[in-house]
């Protein structure tokens, strides 16, 4: 009896490691996509400015 109640005790043990290991991995995978998304969002925000300052230096040009 002893040994069976012990065997039950490392198995829940593993198991609840294994849960805790699962869910670290899933945190650290969306914290990865944020940081991805973040610097997409990034990316396209400099490109957009850097878009903008050259029509307007375009129009300025034009405007001379």
Same mark, same amino acid.
């Given at each position: 009896m002893?040994?069976?109640m012990m065997m039950m005790m490392m198995m829940m043990m593993m198991m609840m490691m294994m849960m805790m #290991?699962? #869910?670290m991995m899933m945190m650290m995978m969306m914290m990865m996509m944020m940081m991805m998304m973040m610097m997409m969002m990034m990316m396209m925000m400099m490109m957009?400015?850097?878009m903008m300052m050259m029509m307007m230096m375009m129009m300025m040009m034009m405007m001379e």
């Amino acid at each position: 009896m002893m040994m069976m109640m012990m065997m039950m005790m490392m198995m829940m043990m593993m198991m609840m490691m294994m849960m805790m #290991m699962m #869910m670290m991995m899933m945190m650290m995978m969306m914290m990865m996509m944020m940081m991805m998304m973040m610097m997409m969002m990034m990316m396209m925000m400099m490109m957009m400015m850097m878009m903008m300052m050259m029509m307007m230096m375009m129009m300025m040009m034009m405007m001379e």
